[in-house]
């Protein structure tokens, strides 16, 4: 019978209780909030929804002028918008899993 000695942890990445966080991001930083605010506008002209293009848009203006003025983004009115067009896309869009990335980046 042989044993496997293992001298170091065995429990791998683990996020028990509050003592780990576990965070996965692509993007940092307000430039790329831009590009991918920009993306979403046009995935949303892509799918024939000039409507929620124009929404999709405002939230492109906020983290650009949140950036111009060195603030925080506005929280609150990116994610009203992103409800808004997340609420009437289709599942399995693009321009739905762009606005999940970006509320999920905003937050």
């Known amino acids: 019978m042989s044993t496997y000695n293992f001298h170091g942890s065995i429990g791998g990445n683990s996020n028990f209780g509050d003592n780990g966080r576990i965070e996965v991001r692509h993007y ?3 430039g790329d909030l ?4 920009t993306r979403l506008t046009e995935a949303l002209h892509a799918e024939q929804r000039p409507d929620l293009a124009a929404r999709a848009g405002e939230v492109g203006a906020e983290i ?5 003025e060195g603030r925080p983004v506005d929280q609150g009115r990116v994610r009203r918008v992103l409800g808004t067009v997340t609420q009437a896309l289709g ?11 970006l509320a999920t980046l905003v937050a």
């Open 28 to 30: 940092g930083g307000d």
């Open 64 to 68: 650009a002028a949140a950036a111009a």
């Open 91 to 101: 599942a399995g869009s693009a321009a739905l899993l762009l606005a999940q990335q």
């Open 34 to 37: 831009e590009g991918l605010a």
